[in-house]
């Protein structure tokens, strides 16, 4: 199998032309096997995890803390997870699959809107960690849009249906 040098495509050994875009594949012919492996591993995996998000608690306390490299927690959505990271030495990473996510909702104090901030609550299926609290977080309803979107797009990819416990 031969890929195209335009789009990347895998094609058969021995077409001429790419079938997705058409270009000639006269020169992929003449490569070797090891180039083949080598432009097959710079292309971008469509099951590859994207940093969708990354921040960490921003109200007026944590960014002291963050002033004083104290500040030790550290949220990341991915494309196929929710990391929390805490811990000044010793770190403890909870990781939650985004397929696992079953709700994801937002609170709002008073002090939290003055600040810009709110917590995002995310219900999961996971036994170790059932509910994760992303506290501070900036712009929080942005961040939890993507978030849902994520999730959305994840359980779509892993053909997961929406249904009620029983």
């Not at 890929?3 to 495509?9: E, L």
């Not at 699959?97 to 901030?117: F, N, P």
Request: glycine share 8%; hydrophobic share 30%.
């Amino acid at each position: 199998m031969i890929y195209c040098t335009n789009c990347g495509a895998p094609c058969p050994d021995d077409a001429h032309f790419c079938g997705k875009c058409g270009k000639p594949l006269h020169a992929a012919a003449g490569t070797s096997e090891g180039q083949r492996q080598r432009a097959r591993a710079e292309l971008p995996d469509e099951r590859s995890e994207k940093t969708l998000w990354e921040g960490r608690p921003s109200d007026l306390g944590d960014q002291i803390r963050t002033g004083l490299l104290m500040n030790n927690v550290r949220y990341k959505i991915t494309s196929q997870r929710l990391i929390v990271t805490t811990g000044l030495v010793g770190k403890k990473t909870e990781e939650i699959e985004l397929v696992r996510v079953k709700d994801i909702s937002l609170e709002k104090t008073v002090m939290d809107r003055m600040m810009g901030v709110g917590t995002i609550l995310v219900h999961s299926s996971d036994p170790t960690a059932p509910e994760v609290r992303l506290e501070d977080v900036k712009e929080a309803e942005k961040v939890k849009d993507l978030l849902r979107a994520a999730v959305r797009e994840e359980k779509e990819r892993y053909g997961t249906r929406y249904r009620e416990d029983l």
